[in-house]
């Protein structure tokens, strides 16, 4: 029976172990992020986001540092992510790599945005001294907003595609499925002005999901799972 053992894979799989390790440091880097950053920034006037930035540019700049931190981690988790065994073996759904990795691209792309502006814009906190300001200084707080925008929009793709596998998969990541979809489908509010208090809520869940499935992942349950799966389904 050797074509059936070759599915028996060992629940040991590093690249697995990698990339929750990395999505939990991207769960602490995204709550840095937050922590630098400035309510001003969601104003519709460009002018008073700058002077907040301007009179709170270190903070600011940290912020923007983390966010770009969290890119890069979350984009090399799905990299990690998609070299397990259970994506070789097509038993895992590509998309949610592919997703969570190109919105580790666009935020990182946010995050360097946010150190350029930290640089750039006088410091200052009145309306009035910014009003020199080049306008390419305001075309990159435009693109610091939409690329976080993208970011979280694509990440929060990424959790709904997770959450047809996960209740496929069944056993302890069934329960997990619903609330995939609910916090990925929220994410997707960031796009209406109308609905930016949601944010406060859908970005902390994403938080706390990335820690849930970064643990899973570091601590093997996942793999043990789908191994489990194939035992019961080797035809899987």
Not at 155 to 175: D, N, S, T, Y
């Amino acid at each position: 029976m050797p074509e059936e053992e070759s599915f028996m894979i060992p629940p040991r799989d590093p690249a697995a172990r990698t990339a929750g390790w990395l999505l939990l440091v991207t769960a602490i880097a995204t709550v840095a992020a937050v922590i630098g950053r400035i309510s001003a920034t969601d104003l519709t006037a460009v002018t008073q986001s700058l002077a907040a930035i301007g009179a709170n540019r270190e903070q600011f700049g940290i912020g923007g540092a983390a966010r770009f931190i969290s890119g890069l981690t979350l984009l090399a988790g799905a990299f990690f992510l998609l070299r397990t065994w259970i994506m070789r073996q097509r038993l895992g759904s590509r998309p949610v790599p592919v997703l969570l990795g190109i919105s580790g691209v666009a935020t990182a792309l946010s995050g360097a945005f946010g150190v350029a502006l930290a640089i750039v814009v006088p410091v200052s906190s009145t309306v009035d001294d910014l009003a020199s300001v080049a306008p390419a200084t305001n075309v990159v707080l435009n693109l610091f907003w939409i690329t976080g925008k993208i970011g979280f929009s694509l990440a929060g793709l990424g959790l709904m595609a997770a959450a047809h596998r996960q209740w496929r998969v069944g056993g302890f990541m069934r329960p997990m499925a619903p609330v995939s979809a609910i916090i990925g489908g929220a994410m997707q509010l960031i796009w209406a002005n109308a609905t930016i208090g949601v944010h406060y809520i859908t970005g902390p869940a994403f938080v706390l999901w990335l820690v849930v499935i970064g643990i899973m992942l570091a601590t093997g349950r996942v793999e043990k799972r789908f191994a489990g799966l194939l035992e019961e389904d080797p035809s899987e």
